[in-house]
T-cell receptor, first 113, second 119 residues
Framework: QKEVEQDPGPLSVPEGAIVSLNCTYSNSAFQYFMWYRQYSRKGPELLMYTYSSGNKEDGRFTAQVDKSSKYISLFIRDSQPSDSATYLC?????????????FGQGTTLQVKP | GAVVSQHPSWVICKSGTSVKIECRSLDFQATTMFWYRQFPKQSLMLMATSNEGSKATYEQGVEKDKFLINHASLTLSTLTVTSAHPEDSSFYICSARGLVRQGGGNTIYFGEGSWLTVV
């Protein structure tokens, strides 16, 4: 079993839709969770960073962590064509933010105008 | 602007030769840098962790003699792919961990990646 599982998609939505991206993880010791956006042939860009359970909101983006079910989500409101990219969830190995990240496979999102 | 710079962005080399990729932290001192590898439509796989002034720690299955990592200063780490073969063709990405803004905590930033094609 992979430590972080993510549906690769692709996911296609119309402009303005609410997008829900999800990951599951296996190790209950993970506490730091991140969402990265990666455009084609580019390095990942940090979108959201959360510690432990709960929600975090930043503009159109909301990150949610449910440690009881080992489930992390990223919601994008009012999606735009510029949001078309691959979204990677990640967690930090061990109980602290060691910087050693374990990534999900990434979900490819396409927002159609 | 980008806080982690990678160079070159893309490189083509002949089989059997070596190629060096640089990773620089531009606005902060990176005590730790990480090197990842990503195949098309796959996730990033951690190759090694490099701390300034000490030997890199390689992940299981990564050949340390093939992928030489040097972290000579707090702003520069290099990855050298030695005796490259076509199967080494991949997207190599570095990340750096450090304090970018006072009070901001340690943050991890990624470079733009380097495409290596071995022919």
């Amino acid at each position: 079993q992979k430590e972080v599982e993510q549906d690769p998609g692709p996911l296609s939505v119309p402009e303005g839709a609410i997008v829900s991206l999800n990951c599951t993880y296996s190790n209950s010791a993970f506490q730091y969770f991140m969402w990265y956006r990666q455009y084609s042939r580019k390095g990942p860009e940090l979108l959201m960073y959360t510690y432990s359970s709960g929600n975090k909101e930043d503009g159109r983006f909301t990150a949610q962590v449910d440690k009881s079910s080992k489930y992390i989500s990223l919601f994008i409101r009012d999606s735009q064509p510029s949001d078309s990219a691959t979204y990677l969830c990640a967690t930090s190995h061990g109980s602290g933010n060691t910087g050693k990240l374990i990534f999900g496979q990434g979900t490819t999102l396409q927002v159609k105008p | 602007g980008a806080v982690v710079s990678q160079h070159p962005s893309w490189v083509i080399c002949k089989s059997g030769t070596s190629v060096k990729i640089e990773c620089r932290s531009l606005d902060f001192q990176a005590t730790t840098m990480f090197w990842y590898r990503q195949f098309p439509k796959q996730s990033l796989m951690l190759m090694a962790t490099s701390n300034e002034g000490s030997k890199a720690t390689y992940e299981q299955g990564v050949e340390k003699d093939k992928f030489l990592i040097n972290h000579a200063s707090l702003t520069l780490s290099t990855l050298t792919v030695t005796s490259a073969h076509p199967e080494d063709s991949s997207f190599y990405i570095c990340s750096a961990r450090g304090l970018v803004r006072q009070g901001g905590g340690n943050t991890i930033y990624f470079g733009e990646g380097s495409w290596l094609t071995v022919v």
